[in-house]
């Protein structure tokens, strides 16, 4: 797991490297991000003492015209355990990208209000063109230096609703690293809307609840075990 955790911050350091200051929007940060982690998480073995679980990620490009009211990525989660159970649901992210004047301009509340009507286990996804550090709440007084971090959409829109907008970087308060929301929440079945109507809305591409630009399907499985087998209809291109 800390090799995985150490090459997600490599990963995260070289999008940043390549897309700052010229190619510094969402969707191309984004488009990088996800063809980056179908790479990585190519049915990789994560290692534990004794034992082993397998991640198989696959990443799609929406083809239609994006609604600028909702999220930019969703993963299908797919989440297996030995002894038969299975977890399946959706992580919805809102990607923002900082601006040179350290805040991110393009985060608005209508917007995000918006985004908890419809998905009230968002998060939110935030690009840092330079490393932040902030302090880890646990296990112990560590500070993580990254530049992508994830904060609960309810829990940010709540502290954003008292704070003047261009000092919203304030929302990092709240935030924690991208690679530990993927490697301890998510992997583990943590964080995700169970609804099966908004994994199918997406699935199906009915855009219902969420048109995002981006999907991934991840599945979390033993080696005796076969991933869970998603079909994605028409609108969602393999990147």
Known sequence: MRRTVRELELLFADICQQSYPYE????FITFQLMRQLRRLFA????HFNNWSKIVDWQSFKNRGKQETNYGDIALLVNVQFTSGETLKGVACLEAKREFNSGSFESMGL???EGILHNLPYAHLLLYNYVRKPCQLKFPDE???????W?????TANRLLQQVDMNNNWKVMRTAFPFAMFLTARILWG????FRTEIYDDIVEGNKRYMNPSYVGVVNVYYDHQRPVEVSLSDIWEEI
């Open 150 to 154: 994830v904060s609960p959409l309810n």
């Open 190 to 193: 943590l964080d995700l809307d």
């Open 110 to 112: 209508a917007q995000l």
């Open 43 to 46: 049915q990789r073995v994560i």
């Open 142 to 148: 560590s500070v993580w230096e990254s530049h992508f």
């Open 24 to 27: 510094w929007d969402e969707n």
